[in-house]
Nanobody, 127 residues
Framework: QVQLVESGGGSVEAGGSLTLSCAATGYTYNSNCVGWFRQAPGAERETVAVINTGGGLPYYADSVKGRSTISPDNANNTVILQMSSLKPEDTAMYYC????????????????????WGQGTQVTVAS
């Protein structure tokens, strides 16, 4: 059973940076699609970024493109999301999720296609 644990959230001022980590245990496949998703109160869950740990280009939502970098640390079964130039509208609970795949396959952008989810880490950006 895959377990995901997010860390790195917190409260920052607008323009600040945060690095979120998603640590996984229990992977049974060499490659996994791992995504970061966020949900603000009263809003739908939205995709932030996804990546195939087996290689290939990542996907970024337009709202974070140019301000975020997602990268796998396969030696530690961790996926990192670096966020900079944070805005108040980035305030949300951030979740990571994973689904097994094969290397180089383009990962889905849709949250409902991800089978394992973490508990989330809160990001709050003050104006």
């Amino acid at each position: 059973q895959v377990q995901l644990v997010e860390s790195g959230g917190g409260s920052v001022e607008a323009g600040g940076s945060l690095t979120l980590s998603c640590a996984a245990t229990g992977y049974t496949y060499n490659s996994n699609c791992v995504g970061w998703f966020r949900q603000a109160p009263g809003a739908e869950r939205e995709t932030v970024a996804v990546i195939n740990t087996g290689g290939g280009l990542p996907y970024y939502a337009d709202s974070v493109k140019g301000r975020s970098t997602i990268s796998p640390d396969n030696a530690n079964n961790t996926v990192i999301l670096q966020m900079s130039s944070l805005k108040p509208e980035d305030t949300a609970m951030y979740y990571c999720a994973a689904v097994p795949t094969v290397a180089m396959v383009i990962c889905s952008r849709h949250p409902y296609e991800y089978t394992s989810w973490g508990q989330g880490t809160q990001v709050t950006v003050a104006s």
